[in-house]
């Protein structure tokens, strides 16, 4: 599986982007797809993930209720809704995908050996 991330780009605090992150060469519904972040200094962090076969994503608390994924199997596409930014929410954004990411370790990068270049979401007035 091939990830493509996109959608980056420059914002002031309070504004929105969409990220997408397009997969090619697996069976997209089949795989779970993740969005990691890391800051310049700081280690990689999760995100927010889209379980196979599963409605309902999973969110890290500090994007809780600002930021949305979905997920468009039809186009092999999944969507990164990023409202209400903040500075704190600078960092170098990846999507991972993996089939056998199980519940317990959805949150840590090494459960995912799919990995798309990342794209660059900065947040600043």
């Known amino acids: 599986v091939q990830l493509q991330a996109s959608g980056g780009g420059f914002v002031q605090p309070g504004g929105s982007l969409r990220l997408s992150c397009t997969a090619s060469g697996g069976a997209f519904s089949s795989y779970t797809l993740a969005w990691f972040r890391q800051a310049p200094g700081k280690e990689r962090e999760f995100v927010g993930a889209?379980?196979?076969?599963?409605?309902?994503?999973d969110y890290a608390d500090s994007v809780k209720g600002r930021f949305t994924i979905s997920r468009d199997n039809a186009k092999s596409t999944v969507y990164l809704q990023m409202n209400s930014l903040k500075p704190e929410d600078t960092a170098v954004y990846s999507c991972a995908a993996d089939r056998g990411v199980i519940l317990s370790s959805m949150t840590e990068g090494q459960a995912y050996s799919y990995w798309g270049r990342g794209t660059l979401v900065t947040v600043s007035s």
């Open positions: 889209s379980r196979r076969y599963n409605s309902n994503p």
